[in-house]
């Protein structure tokens, strides 16, 4: 099942969020599996060049019930990739963030329930464990969502559960641990360290740290994140929990920069971020029976390549 092998063939897909940077890379992989795959998208965030011509395209919005039912129609799974990301933006702009991340979502379920939906697996977050005391974090952890952001991913989690619970839906949520690689974003405000610090690096600028460093993620390549989905697509087990998927590796910000190269400069750190995640990947394994493969350094310096900046 972790393979990314589809059990049977042509399936019907609905990909939210497709011209986006995990969604993209989500439709080519099911198309590349023999899926048929259906892309819903507003633009706002995603990237029309990103997007495989070979889909078929539904312009909608989350926040617009009326505006996606129509992309449910023959839909054997609904992977639901569609959001407005990032802590600060989150911070800054709380109530349009919340539209998107909780309410889109609660309209995706219904929407994909009233057109009986086979199988929904959500994009969640890392973000919701918020601090714990104790690393790896497991999903067995209460969570403490310490912005925004990681509330509304908290809060669109539970109804992908409770619409397993009251309504018999499969459903599943994938909760991300900072995820990383080719499409993803290197301009504007709301950029991860990895693409900042690609982006510094491709203008001859030093690579600014927030805080001192020290801080660790588990950065997980969008190829591994990738499988995942379309491990979860077939797996046995959708009762609305939640799954870890990371690389089970915390590495800091500064061996980040490190790799990248360069000199480095400091800035304050940025509020509403926890200081260490790292991904208990046991439940993912069990689950789903997929494992990461890419290597956190080698990911980034295949991107590296890929920008020119190597």
Not at 43 to 58: D, K, M, Q
Not at 172 to 179: A, G, I, P
Request: charged content about 20%.
């Amino acid at each position: 099942m972790g393979e990314g092998i589809l059990r049977s063939s042509p399936r019907r897909a609905l990909v939210t969020g497709a011209a986006g940077f995990i969604g993209s890379h989500l439709t080519d992989a099911l198309l590349a599996a023999g899926a048929r795959v259906r892309a819903l998208d507003n633009f706002a965030s995603g990237a029309r060049e990103n997007l495989n011509p070979a889909v078929e395209l539904v312009v909608g919005d989350v926040r617009n019930l009326d505006s996606i039912r129509p992309a449910m129609a023959g839909v054997d799974c609904v992977f639901h990739m569609a959001a407005l990301p990032r802590v600060m933006l989150s911070i800054e702009r709380p109530v349009e963030t919340d539209l998107v991340n909780v309410i889109g979502t609660l309209n995706v379920l219904i929407a994909a329930r009233e057109a009986g939906v086979g199988r929904f697996i959500y994009a969640g977050s890392s973000s919701v464990y918020g601090e714990q005391p104790a690393m790896p974090l497991v999903e067995t952890m209460a969570p403490n969502p310490l912005n925004p952001y990681a509330l509304q991913k908290l809060a669109a989690e539970q109804y992908v559960r409770i619409f397993h619970r009251l309504h018999g839906m499969a459903t599943l949520t994938l909760r991300y641990f900072n995820v990383y690689g080719p499409r993803m974003a290197t301009e504007g405000a709301y950029v991860t360290v990895i693409g900042v610090f690609l982006r510094e690096k491709l203008a001859n600028r030093p690579l600014t740290i927030n805080g001192d460093g020290e801080q660790t993620r588990d950065f997980t390549h969008v190829r591994d994140v990738v499988r995942a989905n379309l491990a979860a697509m077939d797996c046995p087990i959708a009762d609305g929990r939640a799954l870890n998927i990371g690389r089970g590796r915390a590495i800091s910000v500064k061996r980040i920069a490190a790799i990248v190269g360069g000199p480095v400069v400091y800035a304050p750190a940025r509020p509403g971020d926890p200081r260490h995640t790292l991904a208990d990947l046991a439940a993912a394994r069990a689950a789903l029976g997929w494992t990461p493969e890419i290597d956190t350094e080698d990911g980034v310096r295949e991107l590296m390549r890929l920008a020119g900046c190597a």
